[in-house]
């Protein structure tokens, strides 16, 4: 009889120990989704600046030399950020 009365509780906790796991899944999605775009928007900001600052210099080669860098970081950042979100979803 001590089995009957346990397995009951058992249930209870095995149900509880489930909703709380989908409960912490469910918020590691939502904060890895929102560290990833956090981290992209903060690796665009970073290289919109650099291309700024290098702009001031007017120094042609330089600037395109930062240009073609800046864009391969910007297909490079957005790749990796829409390849994780998809492995996240």
């Known amino acids: 009889m001590a089995t009957q009365t346990a397995a009951p509780g058992i249930e209870d906790f095995t149900a509880k120990l489930n909703e709380l796991s989908e409960k912490a899944a469910a918020n590691a999605k939502e904060?890895?989704?929102?560290?990833?775009?956090?981290?992209?928007?903060?690796?665009?900001?970073?290289?919109?600046?650099?291309?700024?600052?290098?702009?001031?210099?007017?120094?042609?080669?330089?600037?395109?030399?930062?240009?073609?860098q800046a864009k391969v970081t910007r297909e490079l950042t957005k790749a990796y950020t829409a390849a994780a979100r998809e492995l996240v979803s």
Do not use: M, R
Not at 36 to 59: C, F, H, N, P, R
């Open 31 to 68: 904060f890895t989704l929102e560290y990833l775009d956090s981290y992209e928007k903060g690796v665009l900001e970073i290289v919109k600046s650099v291309e700024q600052a290098v702009a001031e210099t007017k120094v042609e080669w330089l600037e395109q030399l930062v240009a073609t």
